[in-house]
């Protein structure tokens, strides 16, 4: 997410600028960020809705082709997600969120449920953990969230129902903004993520065994394909590992695969890692991130490593997830993003039969130019990115995202666009020769 979106989850200028920004350096094709399927509100995420939401989608889709001259194809990632609150306070969770249950007022010794929350408020730690249940100990500590698991409340129970509607419904609007495709949202921390994920211990046939696991996501696709036009094209985006302690592994992302390119998807995206699951704590009033833990570190791993660095994670599960997909007779064409920044790399990865695309998000942001440079002999001036992971601190907190290696630069040249904290330049400036070809482009 670049979180440039209007306050009502529209395209507007910032969004604009930044897509058309990224276009000018003419990859061979922007995946526009994960926009939102339901017709909620929604905080500065970009959304697909609704029909309204058309209009303002398809001026970006022209805003990239033109400052692309038509090089780029132009796909959108459509997600759902799941409801997550902030960390409460532990006095306000026991005052007015924690619902009271006999095995509280038992360990209690009183049925006065004032005098209940009173004393489990003042419990040390240690002694609360045995008294609350898991789910209660996670909701006090990480903030409560929804899980795909919850099937008691009938929003979750009918998630299969209601998704491949919601799914297709926004892949038709894609394709009547004139995007090329769409990249279903099927990895990280969300909702169809949680479907496919080991940890869906769900009983009502929607989970439990990997034929379970798999059936929305392969129903998402069908009602999807079967929607739009033949020459619009249904990816989606998976994890090839989701890195976390009893999670899907390659071996069961490969089972997952298969059925999801027999089910008729048109190219797999490979990401892994990015799990609530393994979080980090947040702060009291803050949300849980799933980027703050272990397998958020896989996801989008930094300069601080392990011998490995922060460079191609993703290569060895995606090798092994395309040859079994070519075994299987799936030509599908297989994206591998993760720690790419550096064309010879890329070579590297089609030439090893690792993927046929190679995806790369935070080079593009480090320098939207990276690759007309280097087409134009003038790799020497590309800013490489240093995977500090300032970006991501921005995404935590809903800020529009920039990258620390520009944002700072030349903030008082004119027409320069700055970020809501008037700090911040929301675009990458232009800077050599090369660059100054690239301006040229500038519709
Ligand atoms: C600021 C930021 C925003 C991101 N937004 C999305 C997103 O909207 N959808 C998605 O699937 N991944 C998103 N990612 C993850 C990237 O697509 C990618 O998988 C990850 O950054 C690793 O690739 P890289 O090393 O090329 O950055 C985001 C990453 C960053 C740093
Ligand atoms: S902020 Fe840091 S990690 Fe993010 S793109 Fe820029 S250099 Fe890379």
Redesign the pocket.
């Known amino acids: 997410?670049?979180w440039r979106a209007e306050a009502d989850g529209s395209v507007g200028q910032d969004t604009l600028a930044w897509y058309e920004r990224i276009a000018l350096g003419r990859p061979g094709a922007i995946v526009i960020?994960?926009s939102g399927i339901r017709d909620i509100p929604s905080g500065p995420l970009l959304r697909i809705s609704d029909d309204r939401f058309i209009e303002g989608l398809s001026r970006l889709v022209r805003a990239i082709r033109a400052a692309s001259d038509g090089q780029t194809r132009v796909f959108i990632?459509i997600i759902d997600f799941l409801a997550i609150r902030r960390r409460p306070d532990p006095r306000r969770y026991f005052s007015d969120f924690l619902v009271l249950r006999d095995e509280h007022r038992k360990a209690m010794g009183t049925g006065d449920d004032t005098d209940v929350r009173a004393r489990l408020a003042a419990l040390p730690p240690e002694e609360l953990r045995e008294v609350l249940s898991a789910s209660e100990w996670r909701d006090l500590n990480w903030g409560a969230r929804e899980r795909v698991t919850d099937i008691a409340q009938a929003a979750i129970r009918d998630l299969p129902l209601h998704l491949p509607g919601l799914f297709a419904r926004a892949a038709c609007r894609a394709e009547a903004a004139g995007c090329d495709g769409v990249e279903l949202?099927y990895?990280?921390a969300y909702t169809m993520a949680s479907f496919l994920s080991a940890t869906n211990t769900r009983t009502d046939g929607w989970g439990g065994s990997l034929e379970g696991r798999v059936r929305l996501p392969v129903d998402v696709i069908r009602a999807t394909r079967q929607a739009v036009g033949d020459g619009f094209s249904v990816g989606c985006?998976m994890l090839s590992d989701e890195c976390i302690e009893g999670g899907t592994t390659v071996e069961e992302a490969i089972w997952i695969a298969t059925r999801l390119g027999e089910a008729g998807l048109d190219f797999l995206s490979l990401?892994r890692g990015g799990k609530f699951d393994d979080a980090a704590q947040p702060k009291i009033g803050e949300a849980a991130y799933p980027y703050t833990g272990p397998s958020g570190y896989e996801?989008?791993?930094h300069a601080i490593s392990d011998e490995r660095g922060?460079f191609g994670r993703n290569i060895e599960a995606s090798r092994r997830i395309r040859s079994a997909l070519r075994v299987a007779g799936l030509d599908l064409p297989v994206v591998c993003?993760?720690?790419?920044?550096s064309l010879d790399r890329a070579e590297r990865m089609l030439r090893s039969d690792v993927c046929d695309i190679v995806?790369?998000?935070?080079?593009f942001?480090a320098d939207p130019d990276w690759l007309e440079k280097i087409r134009k002999g003038e790799g020497g001036c590309v800013r490489v990115?240093t995977y500090t992971?300032y970006?991501?601190g921005?995404?935590q907190k809903h800020k529009q995202?920039t990258c620390r290696l520009w944002d700072r630069e030349r903030l008082d040249a004119p027409n320069v666009r700055l970020a809501a904290d008037g700090k911040r330049r929301l675009e990458c400036p232009v800077v050599t020769s090369g660059d100054q070809a690239v301006n040229d482009r500038r519709p």
Do not use: F, K, T, Y
């Not at 993003?337 to 920044?341: K, Q």
């Not at 995806?359 to 080079?363: D, E, L, N, P, T």
């Open positions: 997410m670049s960020e994960a990632q949202h990895a990280h985006r990401s996801c989008i791993p922060p993003a993760g720690g790419v920044h995806g790369s998000a935070r080079q942001m990115c992971n970006c991501e921005l995404d995202v």
